[in-house]
Each structure stands twice: as C-alpha cells, then as structure tokens.
C-alpha cells in the first residue's frame, strides 16, 4: 500500500507563507518556520516576527479541490485510490510495480506529478494502508518497509501518538511509561481496551496487518472539466502553461481510470467578471490520433499558447474532454518500425498543425473525376476523409499511364511558333495523345495530352484543347499542364 501525504504547496517565489485557522498558526512555510514562527501562534506575533508574511485564513473547501485534483492525477497509477484522515491519500499499487519500473521510479513519476500540481508530499510504502499512513506522518529518511518483517520494525520505534484513537489518551500512556507503539502492543489487551475504547486496537492490528483492511475507492466521474483559480492576473498566453499543466495531469489520470483516449480537448482562458466582464477564450486541440500521454498534448497546448493574443488579463483556467473513445491496445509488433511507430508519425503531424496552423499543413482526398485538376483535392490534415473519398481512384488501364509529379494549379497557355508549341524552346512531342473528355453541361472538356519534351531534355506534360465547332483552318491552343521529374 502506497500512502502520499500533500502536506504543504509549493510557491514559486520563496516568500514567508503562513495559515492560519480561527487567528491561530496551523501550518506555515520554512522560511517562516526559519524566522521563529511556530504552530499556534497568534496573528499579532506572526507579524512581529515576519512583517512581510503572507497571511491566509484556512480555506476547507480549496483544500477539498486539492485533494481531489491529487486524487485525480493519482488515477493513472491505480484505480485504487482512497481517502484517509488527515488529507492523506492511500492507493493499492500491488499490480503497478512491474509496470511503472518498480518502487522507486513510481516513487520519481509522483513526486513529478505532485511538483507539476503545486504540491510537495511525504510518501512511504507499507505492506498495509495504515501501516504506509502512520509511516508518512512521521517521516524520516528511508519511510519505505517493503516486508512485513521491516515494517514491525518501523512500527515498534513510532510514539503512540501518532496514532489518531490513542491522542486524547496521550497523558495516560506517557504516566504509564509507554511511549512507542512496541510498548503499547504489550499492555493487556482488555485493559487498554476499555480504557482507549476498540478503534484504537483496530488502527494497532490493521497497521501490523493482523486484520483486513477495507475502503471506499475514488471514482472518477463519468465527464471531465478540471478549473484552476490563477493567484494573479495573467497577460501573457505562455505564462499560462504551467497552469495548465496541472490540469493536463488530471485529465491523464481520468482516461487513464476510464482506459479511455482523447480526440478533443478545449482550454477556456477565463477573463474578469462583473461589469467588465468578457466570454471566455477557447483554446480547442483536435487530435488526429486519439491519444492519453500528458507529454504529447504539453507538446500541442505549448504550441498553440505561443500563439494566442490575449484581449484580456486571464484569472482562471478550465480543460474539457469533449471527445473521447476507448483506449487502442498497444502494438503487437515483434520489431518497431523503421521510421517510427504510426502513433510517431501522428505526433509529428499534430505537432506541425500546432506550430504551422491547419491550413498548412494538408493531405490528399482523391476524387472520381478524370479531369486531372479535379481529381485531388488538398484538405487539413486534421479533417476526416470521407470513406467514398478514399477509395476513389481511376481505373487500372488510366493508372499505368505516366503522370508527372509537378501538376500546375492553372494550366499555362503556350506560344505558337511555326505551328509549334513553344515554352523555352520548341518543344517536340514524346508520345502518342491521350484523350480525356470529362465534365457535364458547362463544365465538359476534351483534350488531347502528349508528353513533350524541349531542347534542354527537360519533359512536360502539355494538352491540345479541341473545340467543338471549331473552323477547320483555326490552330489549336496548346497549354503547359505539368512537369516531370
């Protein structure tokens, strides 16, 4: 059983923090601590020892928020995660060692995740809940007992008062001598039974594992929508980054909890409110694969934050999944592909729709026309084809014939000169004509195509417009239509 204990928020300035419950000290930063302030200090003796201290009256329900935001992120590890007494958080990683690369790189992935939330934790590993929860409320440099044996060990050197049942009892046990929980396992069990009441010999056996353990496990809603409150007015989009990040690592906990993926996510920048109120600014990231690596939509939201011009100071952020599907098995391929994974290769794209924006950066969609400039057409790499689309393409017979690789957007009319086309030099026809005539009512056309090539071997793939009605002594128009390689 793994227990992080969130204890204290991280700042990114070093300032002298302190919180206080009804004008009293309860927790307090250590450069406060460093400057003489100590727990249950009043407001006035706070100031005396630190006049520059940030002051903070305890909020339950921003604490509540915190806890479940841990919670949440939690997720991706197990979905075994419960709430313990004193903002203590306990998760069955029992089936995630193997997966995560054991205790200790679990150890690094949370302490990371905690950092990225605002949050510092005191964390230990126990063979029982209670037993990792009384470890990490006392601390100490190696918290960790990954056999039973250990554990008692551990346990036997802690005072009794770290048990919650035993501290309204703390002036009996130390009158009677017994200081550690190794001596309280020795008193009667009747007496201290009656004395302490039972709940104190249910947290002592549960600890030592002579008792199972049951809990109520988290479950993380049905929909997410993740807000975080700014601590000032933010007016650059980049600084928002951070911010979001926090609630990036929520949503990976949530689809990692639901075995689900993402295909769109939408960050609202929340502006002021009240009578200089303005609607919120949509950040929306379309995902070509459906993806639930916090690492890659960093990536793409670092990207689009870049590029946002903020009309209005930004004071809260909020991240919806507004598409999500089930979570694709990972690749049974034995050996990986030389140029990357397809999953590699769809990273990179949206990457590129994220730096270059989706307007450059396209893909092909075939069409069933002959017509050789309607036969393509160029969308955002981002749209879905239509499955008609895709399997559009022209018959065997047509696609043996040579097409060159440089199509021109607009057919170039050429000069005539001796009855010959003429673009550089006269130009000198390759091949026998291929005739297209495509197109209905207005739009129809018939041509007469030929490979050409000039004086300098260069090739060009030239057309001969045929028109119907023509007179029989008019020349024809000759156009420049593509180039090949």
């Given at each position: 059983?793994?227990?992080?204990?969130?204890?204290?928020?991280?700042?990114?300035?070093?300032?002298?923090?302190?919180?206080?419950e009804q004008e009293r000290v309860l927790a307090m930063s250590p450069l406060a601590r460093a400057a003489g302030v100590q727990a249950g200090l009043r407001r006035g003796g706070v100031l005396m020892l630190a006049p520059d201290a940030r002051l903070f009256d305890r909020a339950p329900e921003r604490e509540a928020e915190a806890l479940n935001a841990v919670a949440m992120a939690l997720l991706q590890y197990t979905p075994l995660v419960a709430q313990a007494e004193e903002s203590t958080l306990l998760i069955d990683i029992g089936a995630s060692l193997r997966l995560f690369g054991g205790i200790a790189s679990l150890c690094r992935q949370i302490r990371a995740n905690l950092r990225t939330l605002g949050f510092t934790a005191s964390?230990?590993?126990?063979?029982?809940?209670?037993?990792?929860?009384?470890?990490?409320?006392?601390?100490?440099?190696?918290?960790?007992?990954?056999?039973?044996?250990?554990?008692?060990?551990?346990?036997?050197?802690?005072?009794?008062?770290?048990?919650?049942?035993?501290?309204?009892?703390?002036?009996?046990?130390?009158?009677?001598?017994?200081?550690?929980?190794?001596?309280?396992?020795?008193?009667?069990?009747?007496?201290?039974?009656?004395?302490c009441g039972r709940p104190l010999l249910d947290v002592l056996d549960a600890a030592y594992g002579l008792t199972p353990e049951l809990f109520d496990w988290i479950e993380a809603p049905t929909t997410?929508?993740?807000?975080?409150?700014?601590?000032?007015?933010?007016?650059?989009?980049?600084?928002?980054?951070?911010?979001?990040?926090?609630?990036?690592?929520?949503?990976?906990?949530?689809?990692?909890?639901?075995?689900?993926?993402?295909?769109?996510?939408?960050?609202?920048?929340?502006?002021?409110?009240?009578?200089?109120?303005?609607?919120?600014?949509?950040?929306?990231?379309?995902?070509?694969?459906?993806?639930?690596?916090?690492?890659?939509?960093?990536?793409?939201?670092?990207?689009?934050?870049?590029?946002?011009?903020?009309?209005?100071?930004?004071?809260?952020?909020?991240?919806?999944?507004?598409q999500v599907q089930a979570m694709a098995p990972p690749s049974e391929s034995l050996f990986p592909e030389p140029g990357g994974s397809e999953q590699d290769q769809v990273r990179m794209l949206e990457l590129l729709v994220a730096r270059l924006g989706p307007d450059n950066v396209l893909q092909a969609a075939p069409q069933a026309d002959y017509r050789p400039e309607?036969?393509?057409?160029?969308?955002?790499?981002?749209?879905?084809?239509?499955?008609?689309?895709?399997?559009?393409?022209?018959?065997?017979?047509?696609?043996?014939?040579?097409?060159?690789?440089?199509?021109?957007?607009?057919?170039?009319a050429l000069l005539m000169r001796n009855h010959r086309p003429f673009y550089g030099s006269p130009l000198k026809?390759?091949?026998?004509?291929?005739?297209?005539?495509?197109?209905?009512?207005?739009?129809?056309?018939?041509?007469?195509?030929?490979?050409?090539?000039?004086?300098?071997?260069?090739?060009?793939?030239?057309?001969?417009?045929?028109?119907?009605?023509a007179a029989a002594d008019s020349e024809p128009r000759w156009y420049l239509h593509g180039l090949f390689g």
């Amino acid at each position: 059983m793994f227990c992080p204990n969130w204890s204290s928020e991280s700042g990114a300035s070093p300032n002298v923090v302190v919180v206080l419950e009804q004008e009293r000290v309860l927790a307090m930063s250590p450069l406060a601590r460093a400057a003489g302030v100590q727990a249950g200090l009043r407001r006035g003796g706070v100031l005396m020892l630190a006049p520059d201290a940030r002051l903070f009256d305890r909020a339950p329900e921003r604490e509540a928020e915190a806890l479940n935001a841990v919670a949440m992120a939690l997720l991706q590890y197990t979905p075994l995660v419960a709430q313990a007494e004193e903002s203590t958080l306990l998760i069955d990683i029992g089936a995630s060692l193997r997966l995560f690369g054991g205790i200790a790189s679990l150890c690094r992935q949370i302490r990371a995740n905690l950092r990225t939330l605002g949050f510092t934790a005191s964390l230990s590993c126990a063979p029982t809940a209670r037993g990792a929860w009384l470890l990490a409320r006392h601390g100490g440099k190696r918290p960790r007992s990954l056999r039973m044996a250990s554990l008692e060990r551990r346990l036997d050197r802690l005072p009794t008062a770290l048990l919650p049942p035993a501290r309204p009892f703390a002036a009996w046990f130390e009158g009677i001598g017994c200081f550690s929980l190794a001596d309280m396992r020795r008193l009667p069990r009747p007496g201290l039974q009656r004395r302490c009441g039972r709940p104190l010999l249910d947290v002592l056996d549960a600890a030592y594992g002579l008792t199972p353990e049951l809990f109520d496990w988290i479950e993380a809603p049905t929909t997410f929508t993740a807000k975080l409150e700014l601590f000032d007015r933010v007016e650059n989009a980049e600084a928002l980054l951070t911010g979001s990040c926090r609630l990036l690592v929520q949503l990976t906990g949530w689809l990692c909890a639901h075995q689900l993926a993402v295909e769109r996510i939408t960050l609202l920048l929340e502006h002021e409110r009240g009578r200089v109120a303005c609607p919120p600014t949509p950040i929306d990231i379309a995902l070509a694969e459906p993806t639930w690596r916090e690492e890659h939509l960093v990536r793409l939201l670092r990207e689009r934050l870049g590029k946002v011009a903020l009309t209005a100071p930004v004071i809260g952020l909020c991240l919806q999944a507004l598409q999500v599907q089930a979570m694709a098995p990972p690749s049974e391929s034995l050996f990986p592909e030389p140029g990357g994974s397809e999953q590699d290769q769809v990273r990179m794209l949206e990457l590129l729709v994220a730096r270059l924006g989706p307007d450059n950066v396209l893909q092909a969609a075939p069409q069933a026309d002959y017509r050789p400039e309607l036969a393509n057409l160029w969308v955002p790499v981002g749209k879905h084809i239509k499955a008609a689309a895709r399997a559009a393409q022209l018959p065997p017979d047509v696609l043996s014939l040579p097409r060159p690789s440089w199509l021109l957007a607009k057919p170039i009319a050429l000069l005539m000169r001796n009855h010959r086309p003429f673009y550089g030099s006269p130009l000198k026809m390759a091949s026998t004509p291929e005739r297209i005539e495509a197109g209905w009512w207005g739009q129809s056309q018939t041509r007469d195509y030929f490979i050409a090539e000039g004086l300098d071997n260069a090739h060009y793939w030239v057309y001969r417009e045929r028109i119907v009605g023509a007179a029989a002594d008019s020349e024809p128009r000759w156009y420049l239509h593509g180039l090949f390689g």
